[in-house]
């Protein structure tokens, strides 16, 4: 399969190269990988910007999480630069009005202020519990990988983080503008950004493949890392 264009790889939130490691080398074959690093930036729209400063003139996407979101920015500020976009266990819209917005904003200042009282790693160890298939949760490697992941940034990073997501623009315009390959998939327990959502995603870019990986929970790309790589490969060879 000749694809030209390299395949960034954006992670989500308090995630970096780790989340896609497992997926690289059952696809390096086929694209040149790059994972980027969001840095400091407490805005999607600032996220996307450093990515385009950095990027290839023309580049193929795939984010997981806020990943997605951010990649959805990066086509929102230059579709010209972007072949194709994979969107994985993510979402699509701005934070909701009145209270359901209300207790997102708590949910997280919650885990902030564990971060900041106890650590990321105690932070980390809390949140994976609602992150990946519930038979995974005895998975000793799987939840030590994830949680030292979060556990090399800094609650200020969490902090930036959690200010860009709350921030988050409606994508909807976006996804309908959507003109090249699309991937929308997410895994079948994800209970952070459930089937439901991707399937009105799905909705509002018809011509996109929809996969859902079996026995996987929001961090697919680590639970099923088989699965994610043959949804990704599928879609380079669309």
Same mark, same amino acid.
């Given at each position: 399969?000749?694809?030209?264009?390299?395949?960034?790889?954006?992670?989500?939130?308090?995630?970096?190269?780790?989340?896609?490691?497992?997926?690289?080398?059952?696809?390096?074959?086929?694209?040149?990988?790059?994972?980027?690093?969001?840095?400091?930036?407490?805005?999607?729209?600032?996220?996307?910007?450093?990515?385009?400063?950095?990027?290839?003139?023309?580049?193929?996407?795939?984010?997981?999480?806020?990943?997605?979101?951010?990649?959805?920015?990066?086509?929102?500020?230059? !579709?010209? #630069?972007? /072949?194709?976009? &994979? @969107?994985?266990?993510?979402?699509?819209?701005?934070? *909701?009005?009145?209270? +359901?917005?209300?207790?997102?904003?708590?949910?997280?200042?919650?885990?902030?202020?564990?971060?900041?009282?106890?650590?990321?790693?105690?932070?980390?160890?809390?949140?994976?519990?609602?992150?990946?298939? !519930?038979? #995974?949760? /005895?998975?000793? &490697? @799987?939840?030590?990988?994830?949680?030292?992941?979060? *556990?090399?940034?800094? +609650?200020?990073?969490?902090?930036?983080?959690?200010?860009?997501?709350?921030?988050?623009?409606?994508?909807?315009?976006?996804?309908?503008?959507?003109?090249?390959?699309?991937?929308?998939?997410?895994?079948?327990?994800?209970?952070?950004?459930?089937? &439901?959502?991707?399937?009105?995603?799905?909705?509002?870019?018809?011509?996109?493949?929809?996969?859902?990986?079996?026995?996987?929970?929001?961090?697919?790309?680590?639970?099923?890392?088989?699965?994610?790589?043959?949804?990704?490969?599928?879609?380079?060879?669309?």
């Amino acid at each position: 399969m000749h694809q030209p264009e390299p395949l960034l790889l954006l992670p989500g939130l308090m995630c970096d190269k780790t989340v896609w490691a497992p997926v690289i080398p059952l696809i390096a074959h086929a694209v040149d990988c790059q994972v980027v690093d969001h840095g400091t930036a407490d805005s999607l729209p600032r996220m996307a910007e450093q990515l385009l400063h950095k990027a290839p003139a023309r580049f193929a996407l795939a984010g997981h999480s806020m990943g997605a979101r951010v990649a959805l920015e990066v086509v929102r500020q230059a !579709p010209e #630069r972007v /072949s194709r976009i &994979a @969107l994985l266990d993510t979402g699509y819209l701005p934070l *909701a009005p009145g209270d +359901a917005g209300r207790v997102e904003q708590d949910k997280r200042q919650q885990m902030l202020h564990i971060a900041r009282t106890q650590g990321v790693r105690s932070m980390a160890s809390a949140w994976v519990q609602g992150m990946v298939h !519930p038979q #995974r949760l /005895s998975d000793v &490697a @799987l939840i030590e990988a994830i949680v030292a992941m979060f *556990a090399c940034k800094s +609650a200020d990073i969490f902090e930036a983080q959690i200010r860009a997501l709350l921030a988050r623009p409606d994508a909807r315009p976006v996804l309908q503008s959507l003109n090249v390959p699309t991937l929308i998939a997410c895994g079948d327990q994800d209970a952070w950004a459930p089937l &439901a959502q991707h399937q009105a995603m799905h909705a509002l870019v018809p011509h996109a493949r929809l996969s859902v990986f079996a026995d996987a929970g929001h961090m697919a790309p680590m639970e099923q890392a088989h699965a994610v790589a043959d949804a990704l490969l599928q879609w380079l060879a669309a």
